[in-house]
């Protein structure tokens, strides 16, 4: 049974930090991609990073881009968000998603359809 497991949140006050953390098990971590992606209330999914498998490229929304920092440790089958500067709209749960798709991956990164699990999510909120 594949498991993701998300860890890290908070409250933080704006300007803080914050380091998300996604432990993987029950799959071979090396053959997926693995996405943050976030959802405040009322609101869409949206995607924050993606980290590759093949060589670790990333990539980042515009919004979070200076400011977040996506990371992979392979061997601890766990992805990394951290989180600086961090401002209220930011707030949102925040989850982490694979997949074992990779052809165009910065072109479809930010569709939540297009992974294959998902995990429970945590609860990020930036107080002003």
């Known amino acids: 049974e594949v498991q993701l497991v998300e860890s890290g949140g908070g409250l933080v006050q704006a300007g803080g930090s914050l380091r998300l953390s996604c432990a993987a098990s029950?799959?071979?971590?090396?053959?997926?991609?693995i996405a943050w992606f976030r959802q405040a209330p009322g609101k869409e999914r949206e995607g924050v990073s993606c980290?590759?498998?093949?060589?670790?490229?990333?990539i980042y929304r515009e919004s979070v881009k200076g400011r977040f920092t996506v990371s992979r440790d392979n061997a601890k089958k766990t992805v990394y968000l951290q989180m600086n500067k961090l401002k209220p709209e930011d707030t949102a749960v925040y989850y982490c998603?694979?997949?074992?798709?990779?052809?165009?991956?910065?072109?479809?990164?930010?569709?939540?359809?297009?992974?294959?699990?998902w995990g429970q999510g945590t609860q990020v909120t930036v107080s002003s």
């Open positions: 980290i590759r498998n093949s060589d670790g490229d990333k």
């Open positions: 029950g799959l071979t971590f090396d053959d997926y991609a």
């Open positions: 998603a694979v997949t074992r798709r990779w052809l165009s991956i910065w072109v479809w990164w930010t569709r939540p359809t297009d992974y294959d699990y």
